[in-house]
C-alpha cells in the first residue's frame, strides 16, 4: 500500500543561501529547514553568522544566493507574503519608554490589520505582564521589556517567531521565565520559535532541536527532545544494581559499568527494563542517564572552536 502520512511541511526552509560583502563570505551555502511547532535553536560561536541569517530570514539585508521561504513563500520573490507569517526580535527590542507597555502594543496593533483589544490582553496574559502592562517602560527591568517585545511579536499571530540572542542581559530568574513563555508559545498557540543563542547550556533547556553554525556554515542538526510521540534514543542509561552480572544477562543487551549495567534504551525500555530487573530479583538502587551534554557534542562537532 502507498504511504499516505501526511508530509509534514517546514515553516521555514533555507535554500542555499549564501551572503557576500564584497570578497569575504558571510554565510555559505546553508540549506536548512525549520519544522513546525518547535523550538528550533540556531547555536555557534559570536560571529558565526547567526544574525546575519536571521536578517536574511526577515528582509533586513539581502541575499547574495539563494532563497529563503516562509510558509512556502519568498522572501526575495513575496516579501510582504512571507514576513506576515514572522513575528521577530533582532538583537535588542526598541519601545517608547516614556509611554505604558499597554500604549506601546496599541502603537504597533494599529499598523497591523485585525489586531484587537482582546488579542492585546491575551498576549499579555500569555506573557506574564498583566499586572505592570499600564506602568511605563522605562520602569521595567530588561526581563519585563524582553516579554513586551515577545507580546508585541506575536499580535498577529505569526506562524514563526524569531529571536536573536532573547537571554543577552538576563539574570537566571529572568532567561527562566523567557524559556517558561516559550514553551507556552508552542503549546497554547501552535508558534514555531527559532532562537539564536551562544550560550550552550540555554539552548540545552529550551530547544527542541538545534542546528550548529560556524564560520557561516551549517555543521549539523540535532535533536534534542521527543517531539509529539515519537520515540528518540536517549543515550546510555545506567542502572545502579546489586547484581550487575546477572542484571546484564536478565536485560540481554548492554555492558557492566560503574557499578551497574549501561544499557543505550528509549524512553519506554527504560520503565521495562527496571520492571524485569525487579521482577528477577534484582535490586535497583538509582536509575540515570549517560547523556552526552549539548556542550560535549558541540565541542566535538566543531573541533573544539570556543563558543563565547
Given at each position: 500500500?502507498?504511504?499516505?502520512a501526511e508530509v509534514v511541511k517546514p515553516v521555514a526552509s533555507l535554500m542555499g543561501v549564501t551572503k557576500k560583502i564584497g570578497?569575504?563570505?558571510?554565510?555559505?551555502?546553508?540549506?536548512?529547514?525549520?519544522?513546525?511547532?518547535?523550538?528550533?535553536?540556531?547555536?555557534?560561536?559570536?560571529?558565526?553568522?547567526?544574525?546575519?541569517?536571521?536578517?536574511?530570514?526577515?528582509?533586513?539585508?539581502?541575499?547574495?544566493?539563494?532563497?529563503?521561504?516562509?510558509?512556502?513563500?519568498?522572501?526575495?520573490?513575496?516579501?510582504?507574503?512571507?514576513?506576515?507569517?514572522?513575528?521577530?526580535?533582532?538583537?535588542?527590542?526598541?519601545?517608547?519608554?516614556?509611554?505604558?507597555?499597554?500604549?506601546?502594543?496599541?502603537?504597533?496593533?494599529?499598523?497591523?490589520?485585525?489586531?484587537?483589544?482582546?488579542?492585546?490582553?491575551?498576549?499579555?496574559?500569555?506573557?506574564?505582564?498583566?499586572?505592570?502592562?499600564?506602568?511605563?517602560?522605562?520602569?521595567?527591568?530588561?526581563?519585563?521589556?524582553?516579554?513586551?517585545?515577545?507580546?508585541?511579536?506575536?499580535?498577529?499571530?505569526?506562524?514563526?517567531?524569531?529571536?536573536?540572542?532573547?537571554?543577552?542581559?538576563?539574570?537566571?530568574?529572568?532567561?527562566?521565565?523567557?524559556?517558561?513563555?516559550?514553551?507556552?508559545?508552542?503549546?497554547?498557540?501552535?508558534?514555531?520559535?527559532?532562537?539564536?543563542?551562544?550560550?550552550?547550556?540555554?539552548?540545552?533547556?529550551m530547544c527542541d532541536s538545534v542546528a550548529i553554525i560556524q564560520n557561516g556554515r551549517l555543521i549539523e542538526v540535532k535533536q534534542?527532545?521527543?517531539?509529539?510521540?515519537?520515540?528518540?534514543?536517549?543515550?546510555?542509561?545506567?542502572?545502579?544494581?546489586?547484581?550487575?552480572?546477572?542484571?546484564?544477562?536478565?536485560?540481554?543487551?548492554?555492558?557492566?559499568?560503574?557499578?551497574?549495567?549501561?544499557?543505550?534504551?528509549?524512553?519506554?525500555?527504560?520503565?521495562?527494563?527496571?520492571?524485569?530487573?525487579?521482577?528477577?530479583?534484582?535490586?535497583?538502587?538509582?536509575?540515570?542517564?549517560?547523556?552526552?551534554?549539548?556542550?560535549?557534542?558541540?565541542?566535538?562537532?566543531?573541533?573544539?572552536?570556543?563558543?563565547?
Amino acid at each position: 500500500m502507498p504511504n499516505t502520512a501526511e508530509v509534514v511541511k517546514p515553516v521555514a526552509s533555507l535554500m542555499g543561501v549564501t551572503k557576500k560583502i564584497g570578497s569575504k563570505t558571510l554565510i555559505s551555502d546553508l540549506t536548512l529547514d525549520i519544522p513546525p511547532g518547535q523550538i528550533f535553536g540556531f547555536l555557534g560561536p559570536n560571529g558565526a553568522g547567526k544574525t546575519t541569517t536571521i536578517r536574511m530570514m526577515v528582509g533586513l539585508i539581502s541575499i547574495s544566493r539563494g532563497d529563503i521561504l516562509i510558509c512556502g513563500r519568498s522572501i526575495k520573490d513575496h516579501f510582504e507574503e512571507a514576513i506576515a507569517n514572522v513575528g521577530a526580535i533582532v538583537e535588542n527590542p526598541e519601545m517608547y519608554k516614556f509611554l505604558t507597555g499597554y500604549q506601546n502594543l496599541r502603537q504597533y496593533a494599529r499598523m497591523v490589520p485585525g489586531v484587537t483589544k482582546e488579542r492585546i490582553n491575551e498576549v499579555v496574559e500569555l506573557v506574564g505582564l498583566s499586572q505592570r502592562i499600564n506602568d511605563k517602560v522605562k520602569t521595567y527591568s530588561l526581563g519585563m521589556r524582553q516579554r513586551l517585545g515577545v507580546a508585541q511579536a506575536l499580535l498577529h499571530r505569526p506562524k514563526l517567531l524569531i529571536l536573536d540572542e532573547p537571554t543577552n542581559g538576563l539574570d537566571p530568574q529572568g532567561i527562566r521565565e523567557l524559556r517558561d513563555y516559550l514553551r507556552q508559545l508552542c503549546q497554547k498557540e501552535g508558534t514555531t520559535v527559532f532562537v539564536s543563542s551562544h550560550l550552550l547550556a540555554e539552548m540545552e533547556l529550551m530547544c527542541d532541536s538545534v542546528a550548529i553554525i560556524q564560520n557561516g556554515r551549517l555543521i549539523e542538526v540535532k535533536q534534542l527532545k521527543a517531539v509529539g510521540n515519537v520515540l528518540v534514543p536517549v543515550g546510555e542509561t545506567l542502572f545502579e544494581v546489586d547484581q550487575p552480572e546477572a542484571a546484564l544477562e536478565l536485560i540481554g543487551r548492554g555492558v557492566v559499568k560503574n557499578g551497574g549495567i549501561a544499557v543505550e534504551a528509549v524512553r519506554e525500555e527504560i520503565a521495562e527494563f527496571n520492571a524485569k530487573l525487579v521482577a528477577g530479583g534484582i535490586k535497583v538502587y538509582s536509575i540515570k542517564p549517560l547523556f552526552r551534554s549539548l556542550e560535549d557534542q558541540f565541542l566535538e562537532i566543531t573541533g573544539g572552536e570556543g563558543i563565547g
